[in-house]
């Protein structure tokens, strides 16, 4: 079905409803933001004289609803220009504009007789054919459409977006009783193809998946605590990270969400799931009931299970005691099962080992994951009638690495089975039947495709909508033709192979360097286009720092700087290979992840990349390219007899300041990537097929090895612009002694050198005065201190 959408009006801009016309705003859709005027002018508004029926007074609910979110952080848009996409109105003066739209998103209060009523007005403007969908979490469809024509009947259902709608990519899609399929289906697609969503499909049932597993898991846990224990941070210690969930694990994250939204969707699930197994699990602890009445409810009251205080200027983080309700000074959390996962880099295969555990939190993942387990079987076919989804959902959702089925898969079925018998749980009839026909497991892997167990056909079937995606878990057993300890390379079809990084954080040591390398030896020989791309949480967090700072405290300088040529080389390969050369870059890229992509033919970049050189933090500048490149971007971006040096100044500051770009968009207007050849896609996990389709049409037009390019540098016209700079930031206390001196070696590679007039240099003239800034620097005891500090603590030091 072709229902292109052009523009979209969204009804109600809480946080919610600016987060959702901001995320549509980042597509490039336009949209109509509309919510109720004010029944009563502000204080501003009457010193001003101004009336009821002024215009900026009957908008100002929705503008400043819409200005408070562009100013949140982190951001709800990519690109601040992007806002003008959004205009504001509302809903007396503008309603009638919703006729011209293309879908309708109601995201007002969770009550039933205002939604009903907005949506009584909805209908005498809204065109046949439009989509109409609800944003609720879990009024149930036949009641909100009752009443209403059989054309919005047809064309409604809910989509539930998560909170923050441009980070958490769950996107459920619940069609109402009328509603046609193609219309479902639309909103399937939509979801997950332009919005870079996971579409999940749910029933009409309260909360639907990701809140009704997701807080079951909460409340699980709220009421396992005590049973256990066990404080808040250990709670928190054993349910992040380490099983592949955020770092704000569980108590953490309810401060964020609120524990009013939380005690909400309990309540809901409490009052409309009498049937439910686990029906007073969502009944709520006394702690619970008594940090309500306190008002303690996370962020928004600056307390909730953590509170921060203030003491001589130094930030304390207090933890809250649940025996006491009182709050003191955090613990750190350590447990010995912990210690034994230290080693084991991939989450799925720790989670054999914890519930082994002998102390405390073994015991606290075999209860857990029991009760989950015991949990997630009853709701097929309640919640959904595929089990992957509940999976998606919580990944998605909740941002877990791993669904609760997976984590079965891993423990292993007949092991989660005992665990669960061991907490007096049964075992549904359908997963016992699964065993008994000879499945193992809920999910294989086939073919480069994932199966899932299908209740009803009693066998594993395909998970559709797989064709688009290329998921590198599925095909790197079969498809691997080269690897080394820190990376692998396959064979996608078509000639073209894929380079995974696959070290610690992805970061890039010899063995990356070698694979990439040797990734464009067999491109240039016997394949024919080159991809360097992985699905990892991260892209890559640049250079192996540690083996740096062990070269240079030990002095092995040749060995130091033959490392660093041996990277400048590689990525100069990437830039002048025989064959084409695409990343995909995502998450965190920094320094030499950074300096990789500005040296690829083409960037295929996830929307959600946060992208810089980054070197400056540890006290010397990019070494990998990534200096000379700013240059050469700079000289390329200027325009015929311009000696003002804007763009280089700018282009200066951004690495002197280790600017990061908090999206793809974003690293356009910071000189990382070309509008007019790298591209952003929005859902990530379409990021590799995609390369593969641009490095296809990038050989079948012809693709030709480019040509060595000449750099533009001014020499001392540049130079002396940099030295004053840097001069007087120290002279203002805005930067250090050592930060001027590894800005004044980065002014003077960006500069060409102290060149009497300006000159074309080469490429490679640049690197080496690059490369011989960052030696001199690696030799410096303040830069020694801060990689060392970046190392211990995560975090940048000022010397």
């Given at each position: 079905m072709k229902r292109p959408i052009k523009k979209v009006a969204v009804i109600g801009s809480g946080i919610m409803g600016s987060g959702i016309?901001?995320?549509?705003?980042?597509?490039?859709?336009?949209?109509?933001?509309?919510?109720?005027?004010?029944?009563?002018?502000?204080?501003?508004?009457?010193?001003?004289?101004?009336?009821?029926?002024?215009?900026?007074?009957?908008?100002?609910?929705?503008?400043?609803?819409?200005?408070?979110?562009?100013?949140?952080?982190?951001?709800?848009?990519?690109?601040?220009?992007?806002?003008?996409?959004?205009?504001?109105?509302?809903?007396?003066?503008?309603?009638?504009?919703?006729?011209?739209?293309?879908?309708?998103?109601?995201?007002?209060?969770?009550?039933?007789?205002?939604?009903?009523?907005?949506?009584?007005?909805?209908?005498?403007?809204?065109?046949?054919?439009?989509?109409?969908?609800?944003?609720?979490?879990?009024?149930?469809?036949?009641?909100?459409?009752?009443?209403?024509?059989?054309?919005?009947q047809q064309h409604f259902a809910v989509t539930h977006f998560f909170n923050p709608p441009r980070y958490l990519k769950l996107f459920e899609v619940v069609p109402g009783p009328n509603c046609k399929q193609e219309v479902t289906d639309f909103l399937m697609m939509y979801g997950e193809k332009f919005l870079g969503k996971t579409s999940v499909l749910a029933k009409d049932t309260p909360a639907f998946i990701g809140n009704r597993v997701g807080i079951f898991g909460i409340m699980s846990l709220f009421h396992q605590v005590k049973e256990l224990g066990l404080t808040v941070e250990e709670v928190d210690k054993l349910t992040g990270p380490v099983i592949g969930r955020p770092k704000s694990a569980t108590f953490r994250t309810v401060d964020v969400v609120g524990l009013d939204t939380l005690v909400h969707v309990a309540n809901g699930i409490y009052e409309n799931c009498p049937n439910d197994e686990a029906h007073e699990l969502f009944k709520l602890p006394t702690f619970i009931n008594k940090m309500m009445e306190n008002k303690w409810l996370g962020s928004k009251t600056k307390q909730g299970f953590y509170k921060m205080e203030i003491e001589n200027g130094k930030k304390n983080i207090l933890s809250l005691d649940l025996d006491t309700l009182e709050y003191r000074p955090n613990k750190r959390a350590k447990f010995a099962t912990l210690e034994l996962t230290k080693t084991i880099d991939n989450v799925i295969d720790r989670f054999k080992v914890l519930v082994k555990g002998k102390d405390k939190a073994g015991e606290f993942y075999r209860k857990n994951f029991a009760a989950m387990f015991g949990y997630v079987q009853n709701r097929i076919p309640e919640i959904s009638d595929e089990l992957y989804r509940l999976d998606d959902a919580m990944k998605a959702g909740f941002g877990w690495e791993h669904g609760p089925f997976q984590i079965w898969d891993a423990v292993g079925v007949e092991a989660g089975i005992e665990l669960m018998k061991a907490e007096g749980i049964p075992v549904a009839t359908w997963v016992t039947e699964m065993i008994a026909s000879g499945n193992k497991s809920f999910y294989t892997v086939k073919d480069g495709a994932k199966y899932f167990y299908s209740i009803p056909s009693k066998k594993q079937e395909k998970i559709p909508g797989q064709d688009s995606f290329i998921i590198l878990d599925n095909i790197r057993e079969a498809k691997t033709i080269w690897s080394n300890a820190g990376a692998s390379i396959q064979h996608l079809g078509n000639g073209i192979l894929n380079i995974e990084f696959q070290s610690k954080m992805n970061?890039?040591?010899?063995?990356?360097?070698?694979?990439?390398?040797?990734?464009?030896?067999?491109?240039?020989?016997?394949?024919?286009?080159?991809?360097?791309?992985?699905?990892?949480?991260?892209?890559?967090?640049?250079?192996?720092?540690?083996?740096?700072?062990?070269?240079?405290?030990?002095?092995?300088?040749?060995?130091?700087?033959?490392?660093?040529?041996?990277?400048?080389?590689?990525?100069?390969?990437?830039?002048?290979?025989?064959?084409?050369?695409?990343?995909?870059?995502?998450?965190?890229?920094?320094?030499?992840?950074?300096?990789?992509?500005?040296?690829?033919?083409?960037?295929?970049?996830?929307?959600?990349?946060?992208?810089?050189?980054?070197?400056?933090?540890?006290?010397?500048?990019?070494?990998?390219?990534?200096?000379?490149?700013?240059?050469?971007?700079?000289s390329e971006g200027l325009l015929k007899d311009d000696v003002k040096l804007n763009k280089l100044r700018d282009y200066f500051i951004n690495v002197a300041m280790a600017k990061v770009a908090t999206s793809a968009h974003e690293a356009y207007d910071?000189?990382?990537?070309?509008?007019?050849?790298?591209?952003?896609?929005?859902?990530?996990?379409?990021?590799?097929?995609?390369?593969?389709?641009?490095?296809?049409?990038?050989?079948?037009?012809?693709?030709?090895?480019?040509?060595?390019?000449?750099?533009?540098?001014?020499?001392?016209?540049?130079?002396?612009?940099?030295?004053?700079?840097?001069?007087?930031?120290?002279?203002?206390?805005?930067?250090?002694?050592?930060?001027?001196?590894?800005?004044?070696?980065?002014?003077?590679?960006?500069?060409?050198?102290?060149?009497?007039?300006?000159?074309?240099?080469?490429?490679?003239?640049?690197?080496?005065?690059?490369?011989?800034?960052?030696?001199?620097?690696?030799?410096?005891?303040?830069?020694?201190?801060?990689?060392?500090?970046?190392?211990?603590?995560?975090?940048?030091?000022?010397?």
């Open positions: 016309a901001c995320h549509f705003a980042n597509i490039g859709v336009e949209v109509l933001l509309l919510d109720i005027i004010p029944r009563e002018l502000n204080e501003i508004e009457k010193a001003k004289g101004l009336t009821l029926e002024d215009k900026v007074v009957r908008n100002r609910l929705v503008n400043n609803s819409l200005t408070t979110a562009l100013k949140s952080k982190p951001s709800p848009i990519y690109n601040q220009k992007f806002a003008d996409r959004i205009s504001t109105g509302n809903l007396e003066d503008d309603l009638h504009k919703i006729k011209d739209v293309d879908w309708i998103i109601e995201v007002v209060i969770e009550r039933l007789d205002i939604k009903k009523s907005v949506f009584e007005k909805i209908e005498k403007y809204r065109k046949p054919g439009t989509l109409i969908t609800s944003n609720t979490s879990g009024i149930p469809i036949k009641y909100m459409n009752e009443g209403r024509s059989e054309d919005f970061t890039l040591g010899g063995e990356v360097l070698q694979a990439i390398n040797k990734g464009i030896d067999l491109a240039e020989t016997e394949y024919d286009a080159v991809i360097l791309g992985n699905q990892a949480a991260n892209f890559t967090v640049g250079a192996n720092l540690a083996m740096v700072f062990m070269m240079a405290v030990e002095q092995e300088y040749d060995e130091l700087n033959f490392s660093v040529k041996y990277f400048q080389d590689t990525v100069m390969r990437l830039r002048y290979s025989s064959c084409p050369t695409i990343i995909a870059p995502h998450g965190y890229t920094f320094g030499g992840g950074c300096e990789l992509s500005m040296h690829a033919d083409k960037v295929i970049a996830a929307a959600e990349t946060y992208i810089g050189l980054v070197e400056f933090g540890v006290g010397i500048i990019p070494g990998g390219a990534g200096s000379k490149e700013m240059a050469l971007r700079a910071l000189g990382f990537f070309k509008e007019y050849k790298d591209i952003v896609v929005v859902n990530k996990d379409r990021q590799i097929a995609t390369a593969k389709r641009y490095a296809i049409q990038m050989l079948e037009d012809g693709y030709t090895q480019p040509v060595p390019k000449k750099v533009l540098v001014y020499g001392q016209q540049a130079l002396g612009m940099f030295l004053v700079g840097t001069d007087s930031l120290e002279k203002g206390h805005y930067a250090s002694e050592h930060d001027k001196k590894i800005a004044n070696k980065l002014g003077y590679v960006m500069a060409g050198g102290d060149l009497s007039e300006p000159t074309y240099v080469s490429e490679q003239y640049l690197l080496d005065l690059e490369r011989e800034a960052f030696m001199s620097l690696c030799t410096e005891r303040k830069t020694l201190e801060r990689i060392e500090h970046m190392l211990k603590t995560g975090k940048p030091l000022r010397n």
